[in-house]
């Protein structure tokens, strides 16, 4: 199976310690293989193997960091 990536912005991270939050609670969703979070832009890239829907992805990320206060697509 491929890997899939998609490109989300989120807001509300405000120092390291919610990049690492969001590495790890991204990390968890299942099939996902890579996250990468840039605390600067905001900008989050997940890739997973298989069929990533940028929607399931966007709800999920949205789910796992309910602290943040916005994840979009970007």
């Known amino acids: 199976m491929s890997a899939a ?3 989300l912005s989120v807001d509300g ?4 310690h919610c990049v690492a939050s969001v590495k790890e609670e991204v990390s968890e969703i299942p099939g996902v293989t ?3 979070v840039d605390l600067e832009t905001g900008r989050l890239v997940v890739v997973a193997i298989g069929l ?3 929607e399931a992805a966007l709800h ?4 796992k960091t309910q602290r943040l206060s916005r994840v979009r697509r970007g």
């Open 60 to 63: 999920e990320v949205a789910r």
């Open 34 to 36: 890579e996250v990468e």
């Open 13 to 16: 991270m405000t120092c390291g």
């Open 52 to 54: 990533l829907r940028e």
């Open 5 to 7: 990536s998609v490109r």
